[in-house]
């Protein structure tokens, strides 16, 4: 069984620029859901995509915004970046059909400067 | 507005004692119930879980009691291991089915 996969690792971006982040779901799973960890916090939901949607979504600006692929692969695009989007960033997998606990990539730590 | 509260930002335990971790919430609507463990430069890795019908789920050395008049629940590791170092974060989930997690407690355990 393979695990959540996130790519890349680090990053470093200046301010105004986009960047995308990548998640591949552990096997099996269907939901895949993004969070931001700002340093000293716990994780902050951004959003989820089932099916190929986004399936709900925290209180984070538009210009944030995903994507969801057929084999449940998954981006997230951060446009216009600010110096407070540095952060680590999270994805996470599920089964829609299953528990509710969520699975863990080891994130991407992006730094804005 | 935290709905999400783990007050204890740090918390220091002998090997072999018990480690308690606290966790509050405030949303009536949470009905399942998380505990994850982070080691640095890891993502959160799922420990334990429990749901609102229940009041105590127990797997090996961990256990998770739900108190939900009080909006409490707690993380109990006994005996605790020096490889139980890490940050543990609470997390709670609606029916939305995202996780809503607090700060997280740094655990520290002393050979």
């Known amino acids: 069984e393979t695990g959540v996969t996130q790519s890349p690792t680090h990053l470093i971006k200046t301010r105004g620029q986009q960047v995308t982040l990548r998640c591949s779901s552990q096997s099996g799973h269907n939901t895949v859901s993004w969070y931001q960890q700002a340093l000293g916090q716990g994780p902050q939901f951004i959003f989820q995509?089932?099916?190929?949607?986004?399936?709900g979504r925290g209180n984070f600006p538009p210009r944030f915004s995903g994507l969801q692929f057929p084999n449940y692969s998954s981006e997230l695009n951060v446009n216009a970046l600010e110096l407070d989007d540095s952060a680590l960033y999270l994805c996470?997998?599920?089964?829609?059909?299953?528990?509710?606990?969520?699975?863990f990539g080891p994130g991407t730590r992006l730094t804005v400067t | 507005d935290q709905q999400v509260k783990q007050n204890s930002p740090s918390l220091s335990v002998q090997e072999g004692r018990i480690s308690i971790l606290n966790c509050d919430y405030t949303n009536s609507m949470f009905d399942y119930f998380l505990w994850y463990k982070k080691y640095p430069a890891e993502g959160p890795t799922f420990l334990i879980s429990?749901?609102?019908?229940?009041d105590k789920n127990e797997d090996g050395r961990f256990t998770v009691f739900l108190n939900k008049s009080a909006k409490h629940l707690s993380l109990h590791i006994v005996p605790s291991q020096p490889g139980d170092s890490a940050v543990y974060f609470c997390?709670?989930?609606?029916?939305?089915?995202?996780?809503?997690f607090g700060k997280g407690t740094k655990l520290t355990v002393n050979p």
């Open positions: 996470a997998s599920r089964d829609v059909r299953g528990p509710y606990e969520q699975y």
């Open positions: 997390a709670a989930s609606g029916r939305a089915e995202k996780l809503v």
């Open positions: 429990i749901s609102s019908i229940k």
């Open positions: 995509y089932y099916r190929e949607e986004e399936n």
